[in-house]
């Protein structure tokens, strides 16, 4: 009997990449128990590109053994991401990336003399794609052709939003420097602006695979190529900053459907193919905000404006887009289609979504601006990881007809964080942070280690600032660069109060 094919969509959400970890260990754990199903897509952006980059290398040479909770709760901490050792010519961001880099690289690459060993749940090809956000627009011509008073013209339209897909097989190697590349891929796509720098990435332009560059540097990336000027004409290729996916595209079932019909053909079979969505973000319907305009955050702190902007870009980019451009005829074909092919709103009625319960309080990764809140801490992680593990465990006994009795060290108590009573208080404010005690710095509360750690961090990236060569310029930055890096430190710092609350 054939296995049911099982794409998986695992949206952004920063530190709530926790929860995406929490739901995709309990998934993959429930259908190991069982020979019906392979995993043949997956598509992530930010939060979850990483993860699913994760997911695809233990997929394929750990047998399924993702690493998930030692990555995401033991190891991505705000004390190693505020570090504040800045290297020379590092683009300006609040967080560092250092940490994430060597975590990333560590996770694509086997320990030594370890043996690998496909997974069962590994199709045969297996699509990883990440949405990434281009800081440089490119030109993209379409198939509509527009008509003018003398002559057709191209429709072309300026993009910034991509993606890079990678086909991994059997004869994908552990060693193939391919995993570099989707390393770096997938640290682009959790870029966020602001909070962490941007990646470049070197990008083939031509219509054929660039001699110069691996074949796997030709991965689609636009399902089209982009248009150029003619004295850019001959350039192959071409490095460019990326920022993260979410941006444009932050729930990718657009790329999971297109890769579907890739699959399955046009008419995929629902008793054969599983399209499951894991987004850490539905957990509440937003509220309308009544206040007067003059008295919201946005409108009196620049701050507030600039972090709102930023939120509302992301939930824009988790809207789901159903709609088509319009088709020509095959023989008459000028371009390619600008993006993927997207789903029939009709389709998500076969899809099974993870999501948290309204009923219970918001997530940790939630908090803070950004939804940079599990960082804080161990047991944050830890709590967003079990309520990701104890939605999923529910998808799988109730929509997909598993009932494993999954084992963990934990025991039973794992699926309800909320009665385990060797978690800390619930967060509820910034405050209350005062009163929760660090995992990893005993003796001092979670609120005095970020404090202390932030000021560090953002002194040194406020006095690395470069002020240009005039050495006027210099010598008054020289002088100046320590007392106004104190103040505007100790400024933000009495700022984060306000910033707590989700989406703030």
Same mark, same amino acid.
């Given at each position: 009997?054939?296995? !049911?094919?099982?794409?998986?969509?695992?949206?952004?959400?920063?530190?709530?990449?926790?929860?995406?970890?929490?739901?995709?260990?309990?998934?993959?754990?429930?259908?190991?128990?069982?020979?019906?199903?392979?995993?043949?897509?997956?598509?992530?952006?930010?939060?979850?590109?990483?993860?699913?980059?994760?997911?695809?290398?233990?997929?394929?040479?750990?047998?399924?053994?993702?690493?998930?909770?030692?990555?995401?709760?033991?190891?991505?901490?705000?004390?190693?991401?505020?570090?504040?050792?800045?290297?020379?010519?590092?683009?300006?961001?609040?967080?560092?990336?250092?940490?994430?880099?060597?975590?990333?690289?560590?996770?694509?690459?086997?320990?030594?003399?370890?043996?690998?060993?496909? &997974?069962?749940?590994?199709?045969?090809?297996?699509?990883?794609?990440?949405?990434?956000?281009?800081?440089?627009?490119?030109?993209?011509?379409?198939?509509?052709?527009? !008509?003018?008073?003398?002559?057709?013209?191209?429709?072309?339209?300026?993009?910034?939003?991509?993606?890079?897909?990678?086909?991994?097989?059997?004869?994908?190697?552990?060693?193939?420097?391919?995993?570099?590349?989707?390393?770096?891929?997938?640290?682009?796509?959790?870029?966020?602006?602001?909070?962490?720098?941007?990646?470049?990435?070197?990008?083939?332009?031509?219509?054929?695979?660039?001699?110069?560059?691996?074949?796997?540097?030709?991965?689609?990336?636009?399902?089209?190529?982009?248009?150029?000027?003619?004295?850019?004409?001959?350039?192959?290729?071409?490095?460019?900053?990326?920022?993260?996916?979410?941006?444009?595209?932050?729930?990718?079932?657009?790329?999971?459907?297109?890769?579907?019909?890739?699959?399955?053909?046009?008419?995929?079979?629902?008793?054969?193919?599983?399209?499951?969505?894991?987004?850490?973000?539905?957990?509440?319907?937003?509220?309308?905000?009544?206040?007067?305009?003059?008295?919201?955050?946005?409108?009196?702190?620049?701050?507030?404006?600039?972090?709102?902007?930023?939120?509302?870009?992301?939930?824009?980019?988790?809207?789901?887009?159903?709609?088509?451009?319009?088709?020509?005829?095959?023989?008459?074909?000028?371009?390619?289609?600008?993006?993927?092919?997207?789903?029939?709103?009709?389709?998500?009625?076969?899809?099974?979504?993870?999501?948290?319960?309204?009923?219970?309080?918001?997530?940790?990764?939630?908090?803070?601006?950004?939804?940079?809140?599990?960082?804080?801490?161990?047991?944050?992680?830890?709590?967003?990881?079990?309520?990701?593990?104890?939605?999923?465990?529910?998808?799988?006994?109730?929509?997909?007809?598993?009932?494993?009795?999954?084992?963990?060290?934990?025991?039973?108590?794992?699926?309800?964080?909320?009665?385990?009573?060797?978690?800390?208080?619930?967060?509820?404010?910034?405050?209350?942070?005062?009163?929760?005690?660090?995992?990893?710095?005993?003796?001092?509360?979670?609120?005095?280690?970020?404090?202390?750690?932030?000021?560090?961090?953002?002194?040194?990236?406020?006095?690395?600032?470069?002020?240009?060569?005039?050495?006027?310029?210099?010598?008054?930055?020289?002088?100046?660069?320590?007392?106004?890096?104190?103040?505007?430190?100790?400024?933000?710092?009495?700022?984060?109060?306000?910033?707590?609350?989700?989406? &703030?």
């Amino acid at each position: 009997m054939s296995k !049911k094919r099982v794409a998986l969509v695992l949206s952004g959400g920063v530190s709530l990449g926790s929860y995406i970890a929490g739901a995709l260990d309990e998934l993959l754990r429930q259908m190991a128990q069982s020979d019906q199903y392979e995993i043949d897509i997956i598509t992530g952006a930010s939060a979850g590109a990483t993860t699913a980059a994760i997911i695809a290398h233990a997929l394929l040479y750990r047998n399924g053994d993702t690493l998930l909770h030692q990555i995401w709760v033991n190891q991505i901490d705000s004390y190693d991401l505020l570090d504040s050792d800045i290297p020379k010519g590092t683009p300006f961001s609040l967080l560092s990336n250092l940490h994430l880099q060597t975590i990333s690289r560590q996770a694509l690459t086997l320990p030594p003399g370890y043996q690998p060993r496909r &997974s069962p749940l590994c199709a045969d090809q297996l699509e990883l794609a990440m949405t990434i956000t281009n800081l440089d627009a490119l030109s993209y011509e379409s198939r509509v052709r527009l !008509k003018t008073g003398r002559a057709s013209e191209p429709f072309i339209q300026d993009r910034h939003s991509e993606q890079e897909t990678f086909q991994l097989t059997s004869t994908t190697s552990p060693i193939d420097p391919l995993w570099e590349r989707v390393a770096t891929v997938a640290l682009a796509s959790a870029a966020l602006p602001m909070v962490f720098p941007p990646i470049a990435i070197t990008r083939n332009l031509g219509d054929q695979a660039n001699p110069d560059l691996p074949a796997w540097q030709s991965s689609i990336q636009y399902i089209q190529t982009p248009v150029r000027n003619p004295e850019q004409a001959d350039v192959a290729a071409a490095t460019f900053l990326y920022a993260d996916g979410g941006l444009f595209n932050n729930l990718p079932i657009d790329l999971a459907w297109h890769y579907v019909q890739a699959h399955d053909g046009d008419q995929p079979d629902p008793s054969q193919r599983i399209i499951i969505i894991v987004d850490p973000s539905k957990d509440r319907i937003q509220t309308i905000g009544l206040d007067p305009p003059q008295q919201r955050g946005s409108y009196r702190n620049p701050l507030v404006y600039l972090g709102g902007l930023i939120v509302a870009m992301y939930r824009e980019g988790g809207a789901i887009q159903f709609d088509r451009e319009v088709p020509n005829p095959a023989d008459q074909v000028l371009g390619a289609l600008p993006g993927v092919n997207r789903p029939e709103v009709e389709a998500l009625n076969d899809v099974a979504l993870v999501l948290p319960r309204p009923d219970q309080p918001h997530l940790i990764g939630a908090h803070l601006v950004f939804a940079l809140g599990a960082f804080l801490d161990q047991s944050f992680r830890e709590y967003d990881f079990r309520r990701g593990a104890a939605d999923a465990r529910a998808v799988a006994q109730k929509l997909l007809g598993l009932s494993a009795d999954v084992t963990r060290p934990e025991g039973p108590i794992f699926y309800a964080p909320d009665s385990d009573p060797r978690f800390r208080p619930y967060p509820t404010s910034y405050a209350t942070l005062n009163q929760i005690p660090s995992i990893r710095f005993p003796g001092k509360s979670v609120r005095a280690v970020l404090e202390t750690r932030l000021r560090q961090r953002l002194g040194a990236v406020i006095r690395s600032y470069p002020v240009g060569q005039s050495w006027l310029l210099k010598a008054l930055w020289a002088v100046v660069r320590y007392p106004f890096s104190w103040l505007l430190t100790d400024y933000l710092v009495k700022q984060l109060p306000d910033h707590w609350a989700p989406g &703030s």
